[in-house]
């Protein structure tokens, strides 16, 4: 009988070079390497390391100073931020901060069984574990296991792993530290974090190098910002793409969409984005429309555009073989797609029929891809939803002897598969760039792997319309976004299944807080647009969705702030607050943050009072003013219409005027200043299309409000906003005798609303939502001007 398992060894050969220490063991290779001073990368191989390249690790190792010693037992290499040492008799490592506090520890050497490598840590006391993405489950993974390869899961149960999407990286908190592991390998990998077991958490791969990144932060944030500094960040999508957006499955024939466009403007419903999903191909294949349900789809698009209405498509990446067809032909002539072993073309069922696949971890695939576009982007298509690319085929059994040429280093399906869904899209990405360079594009996905944030919006796949999806999906979000994926969302209402009028007006209540915000429903569900619901549920919609373009100024700045630093739009409670027990529990899990400032409380459909953890500070109920001492549990009443929304004290949140769209600028800002702490805003602007703010075209100015002062800095870039009037209105404090820039300002009262009350439906009903309001709040106005500006009082 063989060797059950294998283990490092003995170390007995190391070298040092260029800030970087490789070691081996005659069994085993190991190489470490700082590629910032609080980020380390670990390399470990049965085989000489061969330095791979990277799908998802875009940034280089800085110069950064280090130190080694060694004797007889212990090598240490240290930064100045980390001290790390590996032991020499069996290659365990084990890292501390610059007091001597134990970060992290290996439990057992690393080990390998076969192909597959496993590393093993100590699970240290009170040791919290978040992230991973798209996994569903509790905030805190503790006690759970996942698995990290990419699926295709219809209706998926709310215990379902894995899922759509990879993102191989997890935030530890314990004793006030926090550090994050980041395993930057695309084979099948595997994170225990305490399930069946009390001794380690663990990580594995299936095969390859266990190549992963430790990275250690002083905040999550932190962590969070080291690791998309790693995996990149995203781009400025383009404004429109933050609007609402309405998609069914699906809507035909064109007339369908003209009556879908005239009703919500003629209802007054704010809206973006109208989609069409696959029963506008001919035979369901990519590339085509179909000639009797969208016979002129040019005048289509051109027609709703002049409405304020994008087009999206979705774009599978299956090609119908069939001869006589552009793209297989062209495909077949150019040897883009994937291969069995001995050369011929793998074909796959998929709604198309018997189908080939591109293999996009190819450049000459990619380029393929790139030119067939302009299909869609010369008939005005703006929107490019790239669906079933896991990849997913039916019986879900893609054979793993398929290969791929994985951008020259040749590999099979175990290795690329959770890659495929990204290369896609950044295929679609790049070639909308290459053929609209005046345009950001608009990319949504379904699959894809760290580093995905670069190219591509994600949403959650194919839930289903109940409350427990409601509140999943919530946590997925939240859960993306401390793995750098920002700009994701679920499909509200659900898609699998028919909402009920209650659950689709708690699903829009809370999707309208969050990055990406459309509703979508399967086919042969009942019709799922706002007006389907009842005059109730029209109102409430018509209310949420208003208010988040209303917030569309505190949204974009928001976005700016992640493609800058990678900090996410949505933050669960562990961002600000990950030493709190509370942040933890079942009941306030699902709470988040929009930026730092406004905090979300979703609930059930069927629940109208809720339990409400309110963190350390001071708190504005965001619809009333009422004010709230923090560092305590409050039971808070929540009829549909009433989503609990709370305000941090210091928070400043601009927002606009009411528009339809968001085509047209608003010439009027208005600043939402809470008193009782100090706040800021990094308030932003740009064109909101191209891609000129790279070049300096936009407008930032840092805003900063402390007692008595609200002070603006001078706008930085070259962007002339089209803001004319700036308001200020106060809550919390009623200032008086108020000078800008040493001139007396004019203040006045006004009372606010942020939604309209509900007009009565049941006429013995006294509650309607009147009392969402605050009255008399010192207000001020004045003409906008880019230079500093100081009011004090």
């Given at each position: 009988?063989?060797?059950?398992?294998?283990?490092?060894?003995?170390?007995?050969?190391?070298?040092?070079?260029?800030?970087?220490?490789?070691?081996?063991?005659?069994?085993?290779?190991?190489?470490?390497?700082y590629?910032?001073?609080?980020?380390?990368?670990?390399?470990?191989?049965?085989?000489?390391?061969?330095?791979k390249?990277?799908?998802?690790?875009?940034?280089?190792?800085?110069?950064?100073?280090?130190?080694?010693?060694?004797?007889?037992?212990?090598?240490?290499?240290?930064?100045?931020?980390?001290?790390?040492?590996?032991?020499?008799?069996?290659?365990?490592?084990?890292?501390?901060?610059?007091?001597?506090?134990?970060?992290?520890?290996?439990?057992?050497?690393?080990?390998?069984?076969?192909?597959?490598?496993?590393?093993?840590?100590?699970?240290?006391?009170?040791?919290?574990?978040?992230?991973?993405?798209?996994?569903?489950?509790?905030?805190?993974?503790?006690?759970?296991?996942?698995?990290?390869?990419?699926?295709?899961?219809?209706?998926?149960?709310?215990?379902?792993?894995?899922?759509?999407?990879?993102?191989?990286?997890?935030?530890?908190?314990?004793?006030?530290?926090?550090?994050?592991?980041?395993?930057?390998?695309s084979?099948?990998?595997?994170?225990?974090?305490?399930?069946?077991?009390?001794?380690?958490?663990?990580?594995?791969a299936?095969?390859?190098?266990?190549?992963?990144?430790?990275?250690?932060?002083?905040?999550?944030?932190?962590?969070?910002?080291?690791?998309?500094?790693?995996?990149?960040?995203?781009?400025m999508?383009?404004?429109?793409?933050?609007?609402?957006?309405?998609?069914?499955?699906?809507?035909?024939?064109?007339?369908?969409?003209?009556?879908?466009?005239?009703?919500?403007?003629?209802?007054?419903?704010?809206?973006?984005?109208?989609?069409?999903?696959?029963?506008?191909?001919?035979?369901?294949?990519?590339?085509?429309?179909?000639?009797?349900?969208?016979?002129?789809?040019?005048?289509?698009?051109?027609?709703?555009?002049?409405?304020?209405?994008?087009?999206?498509?979705?774009?599978?990446?299956?090609?119908?073989?069939?001869?006589?067809?552009?793209?297989?032909?062209?495909?077949?002539?150019?040897?883009?797609?994937?291969?069995?072993?001995?050369?011929?073309?793998?074909?796959?069922?998929?709604?198309?029929?018997r189908?080939?696949?591109?293999?996009?971890?190819?450049?000459?695939?990619?380029?393929?891809?790139?030119n067939?576009?302009?299909?869609?982007?010369?008939?005005?298509?703006?929107?490019?939803?790239n669906?079933?690319?896991?990849?997913?085929?039916?019986?879900?059994?893609?054979?793993?002897?398929?290969?791929?040429?994985?951008?020259?280093?040749?590999t099979?399906?175990?290795?690329?598969?959770?890659?495929?869904?990204?290369?896609?899209?950044?295929?679609?990405?790049?070639?909308?760039?290459?053929?609209?360079?005046?345009?950001?594009?608009?990319?949504?996905?379904?699959?894809?792997?760290?580093?995905?944030?670069?190219?591509?919006?994600?949403?959650?796949?194919?839930?289903?319309?109940?409350?427990?999806?409601?509140?999943?999906?919530?946590?997925?979000?939240?859960?993306?976004?401390?793995?750098?994926?920002?700009?994701?969302?679920?499909?509200a209402?659900?898609?699998?299944?028919?909402?009920?009028?209650?659950?689709?007006?708690?699903?829009?209540?809370?999707?309208?807080?969050?990055?990406?915000?459309?509703?979508?429903?399967?086919?042969?569900?009942?019709?799922?647009?706002?007006?389907?619901?009842?005059?109730?549920?029209?109102?409430?919609?018509?209310?949420?969705?208003?208010?988040?373009?209303?917030?569309?100024?505190?949204?974009?700045?928001?976005?700016?702030?992640?493609?800058?630093?990678?900090?996410?739009?949505?933050?669960?409670?562990?961002?600000?607050?990950?030493?709190?027990?509370?942040?933890?529990?079942?009941?306030?899990?699902?709470?988040?943050?929009?930026?730092?400032?406004?905090?979300?409380?979703?609930?059930?459909?069927?629940?109208?009072?809720?339990?409400?953890w309110?963190?350390?500070?001071?708190?504005?109920?965001f619809?009333?003013?009422?004010?709230?001492?923090?560092?305590?549990?409050?039971?808070?009443?929540?009829?549909?219409?009433?989503?609990?929304?709370?305000?941090?004290?210091?928070?400043?949140?601009?927002?606009?005027?009411?528009?339809?769209?968001?085509?047209?600028?608003?010439?009027?800002?208005?600043?939402?200043?809470?008193?009782?702490?100090?706040?800021?805003?990094?308030?932003?602007?740009?064109?909101?299309?191209?891609?000129?703010?790279?070049?300096?075209?936009?407008?930032?100015?840092?805003?900063?409000?402390?007692?008595?002062?609200?002070?603006?800095?001078?706008?930085?870039?070259?962007?002339?906003?089209?803001?004319?009037?700036?308001?200020?209105?106060?809550?919390?404090?009623?200032p008086a005798?108020?000078?800008?820039?040493?001139?007396?300002?004019?203040?006045?009262?006004?009372?606010?609303?942020?939604?309209?009350?509900?007009?009565?439906?049941?006429?013995?009903?006294?509650?309607?939502?009147?009392?969402?309001k605050?009255?008399?709040?010192?207000?001020?106005?004045?003409?906008y001007?880019?230079?500093?500006?100081?009011?004090?009082?």
């Open positions: 009988m063989g060797k059950i398992s294998e283990t490092f060894g003995h170390i007995n050969q190391i070298s040092v070079k260029d800030d970087c220490v490789r070691y081996n063991s005659g069994n085993a290779y190991g190489q470490l390497t590629y910032r001073s609080s980020v380390l990368n670990v390399v470990l191989s049965k085989d000489e390391i061969n330095n390249h990277s799908y998802a690790v875009i940034s280089s190792p800085e110069n950064v100073h280090t130190s080694y010693t060694k004797d007889d037992q212990v090598l240490k290499f240290n930064s100045d931020k980390l001290k790390v040492e590996l032991n020499i008799e069996n290659g365990k490592i084990a890292i501390f901060d610059l007091q001597d506090k134990l970060i992290s520890k290996d439990g057992l050497a690393v080990r390998w069984l076969g192909t597959e490598v496993v590393v093993s840590k100590e699970l240290l006391e009170g040791e919290k574990f978040v992230g991973l993405g798209e996994k569903t489950g509790p905030l805190n993974r503790r006690g759970n296991a996942y698995v990290n390869w990419n699926t295709d899961k219809f209706g998926y149960a709310i215990d379902q792993d894995p899922l759509y999407l990879s993102t191989p990286f997890y935030i530890g908190i314990h004793n006030g530290m926090f550090y994050g592991v980041f395993v930057d390998n084979y099948k990998t595997v994170f225990n974090f305490g399930a069946s077991t009390e001794r380690f958490s663990w990580f594995s299936e095969d390859g190098e266990m190549n992963y990144y430790f990275i250690h932060g002083d905040t999550v944030a932190e962590v969070i910002q080291h690791y998309t500094w790693l995996t990149g960040r995203m781009k999508p383009p404004l429109w793409s933050l609007g609402f957006q309405q998609c069914r499955y699906s809507y035909y024939p064109d007339d369908e969409i003209y009556q879908l466009a005239q009703t919500f403007r003629a209802k007054q419903i704010p809206c973006d984005v109208l989609y069409l999903d696959i029963h506008y191909m001919d035979a369901y294949k990519s590339f085509t429309f179909d000639k009797e349900r969208f016979p002129f789809p040019m005048q289509m698009i051109s027609d709703i555009r002049k409405s304020g209405f994008k087009t999206a498509v979705i774009l599978d990446p299956g090609i119908k073989v069939e001869d006589g067809y552009g793209p297989y032909d062209s495909g077949i002539k150019k040897d883009v797609f994937l291969k069995y072993p001995d050369g011929e073309n793998y074909i796959g069922e998929v709604w198309s029929g189908s080939h696949f591109p293999d996009f971890t190819s450049n000459n695939a990619r380029e393929w891809w790139k067939l576009l302009p299909f869609y982007s010369d008939l005005g298509v703006k929107g490019f939803w669906d079933m690319n896991e990849p997913a085929v039916w019986g879900q059994c893609i054979p793993n002897f398929i290969e791929f040429d994985f951008d020259g280093d040749k099979t399906h175990r290795e690329a598969r959770n890659v495929y869904g990204m290369q896609m899209a950044r295929a679609t990405a790049e070639g909308l760039i290459e053929n609209q360079p005046g345009e950001r594009p608009f990319v949504l996905t379904r699959a894809g792997f760290s580093g995905i944030q670069r190219f591509s919006a994600v949403w959650t796949g194919d839930n289903i319309s109940s409350d427990e999806h409601l509140l999943a999906g919530v946590r997925l979000v939240n859960s993306l976004g401390l793995t750098g994926v920002s700009f994701c969302g679920n499909d209402g659900g898609f699998a299944g028919d909402a009920s009028p209650e659950l689709y007006a708690r699903w829009i209540t809370i999707a309208a807080f969050q990055p990406f915000f459309r509703a979508h429903t399967v086919v042969n569900s009942r019709d799922a647009e706002p007006w389907c619901f009842g005059e109730l549920v029209e109102q409430i919609a018509r209310n949420y969705i208003g208010l988040r373009y209303k917030l569309m100024p505190l949204i974009y700045s928001l976005f700016r702030e992640s493609a800058v630093t990678g900090i996410p739009v949505n933050r669960s409670l562990v961002f600000d607050f990950p030493l709190d027990e509370n942040t933890y529990q079942e009941k306030f899990q699902n709470q988040f943050f929009l930026g730092n400032h406004l905090m979300i409380c979703p609930l059930e459909s069927t629940k109208e009072f809720v339990k409400v309110l963190p350390k500070g001071n708190w504005f109920c619809w009333t003013g009422e004010l709230f001492e923090g560092n305590k549990e409050i039971i808070f009443e929540a009829p549909l219409w009433k989503l609990p929304v709370f305000v941090k004290a210091g928070a400043i949140i601009p927002t606009q005027k009411l528009c339809q769209n968001l085509d047209k600028k608003s010439d009027e800002l208005t600043l939402h200043v809470y008193a009782k702490a100090n706040g800021y805003i990094q308030f932003y602007e740009d064109d909101g299309i191209t891609h000129d703010y790279e070049r300096g075209v936009y407008s930032l100015r840092k805003i900063m409000y402390s007692d008595g002062c609200l002070h603006f800095s001078k706008s930085i870039g070259d962007y002339q906003s089209s803001i004319r009037v700036i308001k200020i209105v106060f809550h919390g404090i009623n005798n108020v000078t800008l820039n040493g001139i007396d300002c004019k203040v006045y009262t006004m009372n606010n609303r942020f939604v309209e009350p509900i007009e009565s439906i049941d006429i013995f009903s006294t509650q309607n939502g009147q009392e969402m605050e009255e008399d709040l010192s207000c001020l106005e004045f003409e001007v880019a230079d500093e500006i100081k009011l004090r009082w």
